[in-house]
């Protein structure tokens, strides 16, 4: 059973709890149905989500319910103080960043931001950033750099804007920049995949010290779906192609890409945040505590030894 099928039959049970708890004259054994129907339901996503499959991972990952970066930065942090423009041509709304306060320390956060409805998804252009977007990012990291302040870049995008105008500012260019850049900043940078991780759109904020995703999130070179149009000249394999892209928390973990799973609850992530909130104040606490006594160099050497030893294949 799919992760789709079981929320379906849950909303169903859903739905028959909400007509038992509407009648005017109560059923006598209302309690008893309504336990019944509970552990049904319980028992439906126990084993839904015990069973996830990649491409199941990939639709929770993709979910406009799920928290959003802004969410992250109200929860986490504190005196957010927004920072527009890219200082060339515009600001670009998928991508937001500021400097906040983390437990008395001033930090730099920059994140992709998607909409939650059709509205906040057209402003923010379903958060598929233009060069403008990088641009700004990279001005922000270097600002940190300049008042050594740490870097916080939550990822969640399916990936960089691909329309011609992007084309025409320069969007290789201004990812390129990003990467070449982000190697050689002599501040913390701890990136965090909270959603989809898609492609270079998402490598341009994500080369970091330390690299965390929450558990159903997916980091890779590109979607299913374009993955197995080019492959195989066919999107509707998009299942099939999740499989082999090997892009869950659990895979990356463990080639060495990522470094913690950050555990999700069952269900739906937006009502139950606060757990997810609650390890990420505890877990960007200790990091940053300790990456903060590197030295400048140190920093430097284990950025640099990180991604020079994704894809080493020596040892196999």
Excluded at 51 to 79: G, H, M, Q
Excluded at 96 to 119: C, R, S, W, Y
Excluded at 132 to 155: D, H, N, S, W
Excluded at 191 to 220: D, F, K, Q, T
Aim: aromatic share 8%; charged share 25%.
């Amino acid at each position: 059973m799919s992760i789709q099928e079981a929320e379906a039959q849950i909303r169903k049970i859903d739905e028959e709890i909400r007509q038992l708890e509407q009648k005017d004259t109560p059923d006598v054994n209302f309690e008893t149905i309504k336990d019944e129907l509970e552990k049904a339901r319980n028992k439906i996503m126990t084993k839904a989500y015990a069973n996830l499959s990649s491409y199941d991972k990939v639709y929770l990952a993709r979910k406009a319910t799920r928290p959003n970066v802004r969410d992250y930065i109200e929860n986490l942090f504190d005196n957010f103080f927004e920072q527009r423009g890219d200082r060339l041509y515009r600001d670009d709304h998928s991508i937001i960043g500021g400097i906040a306060m983390f437990h008395d320390m001033p930090v730099t956060v920059i994140g992709h931001q998607k909409g939650k409805n059709l509205e906040e998804n057209l402003l923010c252009n379903f958060g598929m950033p233009n060069p403008e977007g990088y641009r700004k990012a990279l001005r922000l990291m270097k600002q940190a750099e300049k008042f050594k302040r740490p870097i916080v870049t939550f990822i969640d995008t399916a990936g960089a804007y691909p329309g011609i105008e992007a084309e025409e500012h320069g969007q290789g260019e201004a990812i390129a920049r990003n990467l070449m850049e982000m190697c050689n900043l002599t501040v913390p940078v701890i990136s965090i995949v909270i959603g989809e991780g898609g492609s270079g759109g998402a490598l341009a904020l994500s080369v970091a010290n330390r690299i965390w995703m929450l558990e159903n999130a997916v980091y890779s070179i590109l979607s299913p779906e374009g993955f197995a149009t080019i492959l195989w000249k066919d999107s509707t394999r998009a299942q099939e192609a999740s499989e082999i892209m090997k892009l869950t928390a659990q895979d990356l973990y463990a080639f060495n890409i990522v470094d913690v799973i950050v555990k999700e609850p069952m269900g739906n992530l937006n009502e139950h945040a606060e757990v997810i909130y609650a390890q990420l104040r505890d877990l960007l606490s200790n990091e940053l505590a300790a990456l903060c006594k590197l030295s400048e160099r140190a920093l430097l050497d284990q950025r640099y030894k990180k991604f020079r030893s994704i894809g080493d294949c020596s040892g196999i």
